[in-house]
């Protein structure tokens, strides 16, 4: 049974506000660490950690309270000059941090948490009498070690550090708290990784969880926050829609009665279009509601930097940007994974070391850029590095050793290709295998989660500079703007996204170069590639339109019988079965079923550097002869 009985609600408020006061008292960590001198700073994370101790006091949360007092103590004395902030007390204050993000989770099963680990409450007790003892943790990197994960978590929950603090305490007379016992053998590297998280996005606090539930449940956020003004407009649009079915019920009677003049349907017209209207102003409005700003995801992601790049001896700056762009609520969450596995690797691999960045003539503090900016009815992440780059050679020579390539396949690779091979499953620069990298999973993970959500991902370097990684995603999972084509009297949806123009096809404009069917377009040849073909269905006749169509990296054009119009569609997943080509499937105005197409899927499996040859935009029976 909870021991929340009748605080529910309030315990939910509590969570959410507190989980976002917490992770931007963590940020604002990361940056005091930048600039400890800054007062202001001290005095924002000081208000954040008394209003969650505030909260906790209200829900009788004990022992809460008591870690929160004493780090709440810790701030004080900082931002009274009493005590300076080093790597040290840093380090201390995040474990601490760590140990209230835990016993969030413990009141969102309607628990009380547990006390703190008596030797992190030991280690803020002898911070506060300036009596810290000193770790020195090995980094990776010292004496050509590759780094260990033991060391990885140590700096990021401070277990080395409590260890180490617990005998110093002891020895300065400090009280310390007996019992404390840690191991990290036999924990995966996720399982480091989402220690430096403090939780997942997908494991945050607010969504009611039935009493009795275990630890090893977790629940993704049901709940989301809403601006009352989007509130108020789908209020407004509700009533005037109920005004509009009122008139259309009215105009209903007159007509059933025998009213047919043109008064009367010329008020039917109206009502209908006025109708048409506000429905679609309505899915707007609420769609809307499902928007939030990718800056709640975001700002996690500093403190991790910063403890990974602590660990492995690097000096790593993650700045944010476009932190105000919004994204689909669900999206958010699916997105919390892949971006730690490309932030890992920007601070793991793309990110020299300071001998190295000293040596090239580069700032010793590098930087990595997570970035958000919307791009029609796209969303764009860019993870950026100005670390060493990749080579394009040395990928290909790595995926030929590996046996994921052939010679043949090597030689016909562009750069950006060569780029896309790190993308594969059991691809790896690194010839040891490190505790946080180099067992070539993850990048693998990524593409397949990103690719999940209707999404593409691009990858740009220059050796020496740096790499980039760009995400591309639908603004909302929920709906995606259509164009809907024809082949053989079938309809199928496309992407609207990917649309640029539509074309007629005269069969002579159709030439083959290098055994490829292709078009010229405004001066530009551009590969075709039939609907019929990619589907492996048989062409009964040529192609009368062409869609001329754009991924990330390829133009090329898509040949169909006919096209029936845009529509908006909201998508229907194939979970327990998805056809190779298909994305999803949606409903249209007339009633209709329609496959949403997966067109990227369609051209990997056909070969799109290959093409078509000519023959195939020839009817069946003209291709036997």
Known sequence: MSNFHGMEDLLQDFLVEAGDLLSGVDNKLVDLEQSPSDHKLLNEIFRGFHTIKGGAGFLNAT?????????????????????????????????????????????????????????????LKAALTGKLAVATPQVAGANGDEPNWNVLFD???????????????AAAGIPAEPGFTHSVKGETPEQIIHAAIGRRAADKPGAAVPAGRRDTEKTRDSSIRVDTAR??????????????????????????????????????????SQLDLLVSDMQNAVMKTRMQPVGRLFQKY????????????????????????EIDKTMIEDLSDPIIHLIRNAVDHGVESTEERRASGKPEKSQVRLEARQEGDHIVILIADDGRGMNAEHLRAKAIEKGLITDEEANTMDESQSFNLILLPGFSTKDVASDVSGRGVGMDVVKTNIQKLNGSIDIKSIQGKGSTFVLSLPLTLAILPVLVVELARQPFAVPLSMVREIMPIQPEAIQEVGGCATMVV??????????????????????????????????????????????DAVIKSLDDFRPKGVAGVTNLSNGKIVLILDMKELLVMIGEARGVPRSVFMPAEDQAA
């Open 63 to 123: 022992e809460l309270v008591t870690l929160c007092h004493l780090t709440e103590n810790l701030f004080d004395r900082l931002r009274n000059n009493e005590l300076s902030v080093d790597g040290e007390i840093m380090d201390v204050i995040l474990a601490a941090t760590g140990a209230v993000r835990t016993m969030f989770d413990t009141l969102a099963r309607g628990l009380q948490p547990d006390p703190a680990d008596p030797a992190l409450l030991a280690r």
């Open 155 to 169: 700096a990021v929950a401070g277990t080395r550090g409590l260890a180490a603090a617990a005998a110093g305490v």
């Open 231 to 272: 509130l108020d407009q789908v209020l407004n649009l509700s009533g005037e829609i109920g005004l509009t079915k009122n008139r259309l019920n009215a105009l209903r009677s007159d007509i059933m009665n025998g009213r047919s003049d043109t008064e009367t349907l010329h008020a039917l017209d109206q009502a209908v």
């Open 302 to 325: 500093p403190r991790i930097a910063r403890d990974l790049a602590r660990s492995l001896g690097k000096d790593v700056e993650l700045a944010l940007v476009g932190e105000e762009t």
């Open 522 to 567: 405004r001066g530009e040849v551009m590969p075709m590639y039939p609907l019929s073909y990619l589907l492996g269905w048989p062409s009964e006749h040529p192609p009368g339109y062409g869609v001329l169509m754009q991924t990330a990296a390829h133009s090329f054009i898509l040949a169909i019988d006919g096209f029936m119009g845009r529509e």
